[in-house]
């Protein structure tokens, strides 16, 4: 009752405290533990970045700062199987926590590492379409892993709570590689999710593929009607509408980073997103002076100006920018694709 009864109680402190008191309380992290990859995807800059990586003690510093906050979170990178105490730092957090955590990886390493990250809640892995189209943004020979990591987990009797997929939509994506995800999500009982092509990244090499994000518009309205058709797509409804909005260039969700969401970087700096990592303003948890509220106290005073910074399109503060205003339909498909409801089929 308690494993329940207090996660529930801090998600409403935190959504109350960022909601009606403007003080950041992050649900989600983002912690990206490695910046090292086994790919060199297209749209993708962070294999490029220097920064240094933390130790196991250094993460676990990092989780013991931040636990009495976060709900949830993502352990991603790079490839964070790459790390050799993946294992130990997915135990970590569940023994020593209250907060669900996802594994965001490529799938290229998934069965030799699958026994020392079993304990995660969810494992979220890219996928971009058919086979072509992944492999030639992403890496050739990648899309097989894909489908040899689907069929392994398929007979792992893995006790996660839950397989989600994530999509970027560039001018290379067709609705064949749309529907291609779908039919495996049906094949393979995962949640799709969908995100636009980010190009506030650093390398730039994301502006060489798509300077605008037009092409997406046919593609969103396409994961609109297959999701009123009961496809398991985990955007919800409202997320791909405000995506086509973005599309059009059209930004009218404030930005939520920083107070519902944030980013922590590989050498532990608390960031407000994915796409912002460098700001030399960040304070770093791996400072034993620093503490969490601190690092969070910071975002809020180097917010973007202008509610949104240009060419943003990052989905996570995004859904909890329309979580925030609090819309039923939105929360019981979110509920939904959690777990917590009856899943579309
Ligand atoms: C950075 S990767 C880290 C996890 C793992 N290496 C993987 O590829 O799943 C997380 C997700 O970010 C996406 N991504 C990378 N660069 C992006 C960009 N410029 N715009 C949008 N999404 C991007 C990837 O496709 C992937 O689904
Ligand atoms: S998207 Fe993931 S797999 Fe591709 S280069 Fe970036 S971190 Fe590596
Ligand atoms: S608007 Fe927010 S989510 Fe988007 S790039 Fe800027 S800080 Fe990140």
Not at 242 to 264: E, M, T
Not at 296 to 307: A, D, G, H, N, V
């Amino acid at each position: 009752m308690m494993a329940i009864l207090y996660p529930a109680l801090k998600m409403l402190r935190n959504y109350v405290r960022a909601r009606y008191f403007f003080k950041p309380a992050p649900l989600w992290l983002d912690f990206r533990v490695t910046n090292k990859c086994n790919h060199h995807c297209a749209y993708c800059s962070i294999p490029s970045h220097t920064a240094d990586e933390m130790t196991t003690g250094e993460v676990k510093t990092v989780i013991d700062k931040t636990k009495h906050i976060a709900n949830w979170v993502l352990i991603t990178g790079g490839e964070c199987l790459l790390r050799r105490d993946i294992g130990e730092i997915v135990d970590y957090i569940k023994t020593t926590t209250d907060m669900q955590v996802t594994v965001n990886t490529n799938m290229f390493l998934l069965q030799e590492t699958f026994e020392k990250i079993r304990g995660a809640d969810f494992l979220f892995f890219s996928i971009d379409g058919r086979e072509e189209t992944h492999d030639a943004y992403r890496c050739k020979g990648s899309y097989s892993k894909v489908i040899e990591g689907l069929e392994f987990l398929k007979h792992s009797r893995s006790t996660m709570r839950g397989l989600l997929s994530l999509t970027v939509l560039h001018k290379g994506t067709q609705k064949s590689d749309l529907e291609h995800v779908l039919q495996l999500s049906d094949q393979y009982s995962f949640g799709a999710n969908f995100q636009l092509i980010r190009h506030y990244s650093a390398s730039g090499r994301s502006q060489e593929i798509d300077s605008h994000n037009a092409y997406g518009l046919d593609l969103l309205d396409y994961l609109l009607e297959q999701k009123s058709r009961g496809r398991f797509i985990t955007n919800t409804t409202k997320n791909l509408k405000i995506l086509k909005d973005i599309a059009c260039d059209i930004n009218i969700i404030p930005c939520y980073s920083g107070r519902l969401f944030c980013y922590i970087t590989s050498e532990g700096k608390v960031a407000l997103c994915f796409s912002r990592p460098d700001h030399d303003r960040y304070l770093n948890l791996r400072d034993k002076r620093v503490t969490f509220e601190m690092a969070l106290q910071r975002l809020t005073e180097i917010r973007p100006e202008r509610q949104r910074c240009p060419g943003c399109t990052c989905t996570t503060p995004i859904e909890l920018a329309t979580f925030s205003f609090f819309d039923f339909q939105m929360i019981s498909e979110t509920l939904r694709t959690f777990g917590w409801g009856t899943q579309p089929k």
